[in-house]
């Protein structure tokens, strides 16, 4: 049987035990094929539809809600019950082997899963230690004060030693509020500090689980850290790929040609993925050919550049990223060191 999880999802476990009651009763009454499948899009209510499926036995997919080809037209009717028909009429196809119809999503393990929210909250804490750090600038503009740089250590007696453009001490209310910002920053600066510790043990372990493993190999080579290394495995390697392919459109790295007719032309990459994992892969590209410049790969990139403009660089880079993010997955899932790479030297 097909059962279809709406987008809002099954709000607790009441109604999670109603749709196991309904399975059941369904695979009792359908002797000939008492296999239940049930289908449901990729969304943040249905985060916890999915394992609690898992964990008694259900097979579930879980689809790409925009890789379902809908009609259109400029209007469409549209209603829970035709989306509903829609989701499995597209699950009977990926089940008839068309798996081009949709894309599934990877669902990585719950302990993955919740490994991933120490690298998603040091980047919102890195974005929040510069909003603050450019509100105190800004404020100290607007009274002619420069040159004070709120991350150093001193940052408190250079606060009182501040004389605004007439020569005069900071206003009280202005050094007040200065010194409140002053205190949300250094509270982020060590909640930071506690994440980076957390992040480095992984590499101190001697019985890593599967992730650090690939987290220490990694780190092994020259021109990745550790923090590379960490996005690179939690954001992508820690799920499960068909291939390489796979991967890079789940990075969003892949092309999108449009050729119609007699018009081909190239709009870039589709974007549509995970937004860490390309930004990191893009930097890694750039550093790549620096810290590793006798690699196969850069060599590759440096006879397609040779002949080309600065924007031909940049967009090339986008391709050596996406080369460069399947031979990294590929050498901490299957050991496949990179041709040309160069490790670090042991410590």
Same mark, same amino acid.
Request: with cysteine; glycine share 8%.
């Given at each position: ?71 259109? #037209? ?5 209603? @829970?019950?035709? =989306? ?7 699950? !009977? %196809?990926? *089940? &008839? ?101 957390? #992040? ?5 372990? @001697?019985?890593? =689980? ?7 190999? !990694? %780190?092994? *080579? &020259? ?125």
């Amino acid at each position: 049987m097909l059962a279809c999880v709406g987008a809002e999802g099954l709000n607790g476990p009441p109604q999670w035990g109603n749709l196991l009651s309904t399975l059941a009763t369904a695979s009792q009454r359908q002797h000939d094929d008492p296999e239940n499948q049930p289908i449901t899009e990729a969304s943040y209510t249905n985060s916890l539809t999915f394992p609690w499926l898992t964990k008694h036995g259900v097979e579930t997919h879980v689809i790409q809600p925009s890789s379902v080809p809908v009609d259109r #037209r400029a209007r469409r009717a549209k209603s @829970d019950g035709i =989306d509903a028909e829609l989701l499995l009429r597209t699950l !009977l %196809a990926w *089940l &008839r082997a068309e798996p081009r119809v949709c894309s599934m999503v990877p669902i990585p393990d719950e302990a993955d899963e919740d490994a991933r929210r120490l690298v998603r909250e040091r980047s919102e804490l890195i974005k929040e230690r510069i909003k603050l750090v450019n509100r105190i600038g800004a404020m100290l503009a607007t009274l002619g004060v420069a040159e004070y740089n709120p991350m150093k250590r001193n940052r408190r007696q250079r606060l009182e030693e501040l004389r605004t453009a007439l020569g005069e001490r900071l206003p009280t209310h202005a050094r007040a509020k200065v010194a409140r910002m002053l205190d949300r920053l250094e509270l982020v600066l060590e909640q930071i500090a506690e994440l980076e510790r957390q #992040r480095d043990a992984v590499l101190d372990e @001697d019985r890593p =689980d599967k992730a650090g493993e690939m987290i220490q190999q !990694l %780190a092994g *080579l &020259r021109g990745i850290g550790v923090q590379s290394a960490t996005v690179l495995v939690r954001e992508g390697f820690v799920r499960a790929f068909a291939n390489g392919k796979a991967l890079g459109s789940y990075a969003g790295l892949t092309a999108t040609p449009y050729s119609s007719g007699g018009v081909e032309r190239e709009q870039g990459i589709g974007k549509a993925g995970n937004a860490r994992l390309r930004t990191m892969m893009v930097e890694l590209a750039w550093i790549w050919q620096r810290y590793q410049p006798d690699s196969a790969q850069v060599r590759w990139f440096r006879d397609r550049i040779s002949s080309t403009g600065r924007r031909m660089r940049k967009v090339m880079v986008v391709a050596l990223a996406r080369k460069r993010l399947i031979a990294l997955w590929r050498f901490a899932t299957h050991g496949v060191v990179p041709e040309g790479a160069v490790m670090k030297p042991a410590s």
